[in-house]
């Protein structure tokens, strides 16, 4: 083909793609819509991946085959850094990722996904729906096109897999760790040497020693990575992601050219995958940590109080910074500081003696 016909054809792809329109029609005459979802996540990847597939499955049930979605993993469609962008533009209509990895368009994104020592997975949900959190959500991307649904949760993660014991603040200077986003920005100030390396990498660095620790997810994923054969011990809690948001994106066009049942549809399913996906993680975390404990001998620590306090006192510092560099950034800060603190008294009464009572 030569270069003309390459540029125009490649412009008229462009174009069909940035004007999402009904494609079809069901049998009794309705609309029918064929999109597109681009992931950041490998194909069928476990509770990430799989959450994404029942996603599409439920929208296509309920919908009666008028919603249909086809399902793109990171790199098949576009890279999985950037289905941000891909949605964004309409190259696809739909995308699912975590918005702590959009901190270069919004200072203000990962509030809505993960920061160190924030929500919980429950009082995520508690922020988002009901304490004003979806509001500033939407109301940030919107500039950018876009309509965020929470979608998934993985619960809280674990501080990460070790090659030395941590038993002080000491121990984690010169420490190079796979660790990223704001997480790695408050080991540094400890003196870590944070890298950013994909999660199918992080198996071999661990094992040749390029890196000497890494956070993937938990028990679940960690387990099918293999990462207990790669490093001695495996810290808890995870600080830096204490129950992680995922979340759908739409490009704004795309859902406004729905009709209202479809709309009210594609909220309903994502509720509902957020909720499923936070019970998958929940249902195997827990058969994968036996199997680490029982099978594989891992040693689970907890990291010395001395350490979480440190920790603590750098993620709040490195929040503050955060707000301070633009005024969305401050007014979202405000409300999710806000809720946390009110919902750590409310907690303190309710599920943690609770829990400890069981
Ligand atoms: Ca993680």
């Known amino acids: 083909m030569k270069r003309r016909q390459l540029i125009t054809a490649g ?12 494609q079809g029609a ?3 005459g309705r609309q029918r819509f064929q999109w597109k979802m681009v992931t950041s996540w490998p194909p069928n990847f476990p509770g990430l991946g799989t959450g994404v597939v029942r996603l599409a499955d439920m929208l296509d049930k309920a919908s009666g085959g008028r919603l249909a979605v086809k399902i793109y993993a990171g790199n098949e469609l576009v890279p999985p850094f950037e289905v941000f962008d891909a949605v964004s533009r309409g190259t696809a209509e739909m995308g699912h990722s975590g918005a702590y990895y959009w901190k270069g368009k919004s200072e203000a994104a990962p509030f809505f996904c993960a920061v160190p020592f924030g929500l919980n997975a429950q009082e995520m949900n508690g922020w988002l729906y009901h304490g004003g959190g979806l509001e500033l959500w939407r109301e940030l991307y919107a500039k950018f096109d876009l309509v965020p649904f ?21 121990d984690l200077k010169g420490l190079k760790m796979r660790i990223p986003g704001l997480g790695g920005e408050v080991m540094a100030r400890l003196g870590v040497v944070p890298v950013n390396i994909p999660g199918g990498e992080i198996f071999t660095s661990l094992q ?4 000497d620790a890494a956070e993937w997810v938990g028990p679940y994923n960690d387990l099918a990575f293999g990462l207990y054969r790669a490093a001695k011990y495996c810290y808890y809690p995870g600080w830096q992601e204490p129950g992680p948001t995922l979340e759908c994106m739409v490009n704004k066009s795309a859902y406004e050219s729905l009709p209202d049942d479809l709309k009210a549809i594609l909220d309903a399913c994502c509720r509902a995958i957020n909720d499923d ?29 001395t350490v979480l306090a440190a920790l ?6 490195v929040l503050i910074e955060l707000a301070a560099k633009d005024a969305f950034a401050k007014r979202v800060y405000d409300s999710f500081v806000a809720f946390r603190e009110q919902v750590r008294a409310w907690s303190a009464v ?9």
């Open 11 to 22: 412009s008229a792809a462009a174009l069909a793609a940035c004007a999402p329109k009904p």
């Open 26 to 28: 069901t049998s009794n």
């Open 150 to 170: 929470p979608c998934g949760n993985t619960g809280v993660q674990m501080a990460g897999w070790f090659n030395r014991e941590i038993t002080s603040v000491d």
């Open 208 to 211: 040749q020693g390029a890196i």
């Open 277 to 305: 996906m936070l019970a998958e993680y929940t249902a195997r975390n827990q058969d994968a940590f036996k199997q680490l404990v029982e099978t594989h001998k891992v040693e689970f620590r907890r990291l010395p109080d």
């Open 312 to 317: 603590r006192e750098q993620a709040e510092i």
């Open 350 to 358: 309710s599920e943690v003696p609770n829990f400890q009572s069981r």
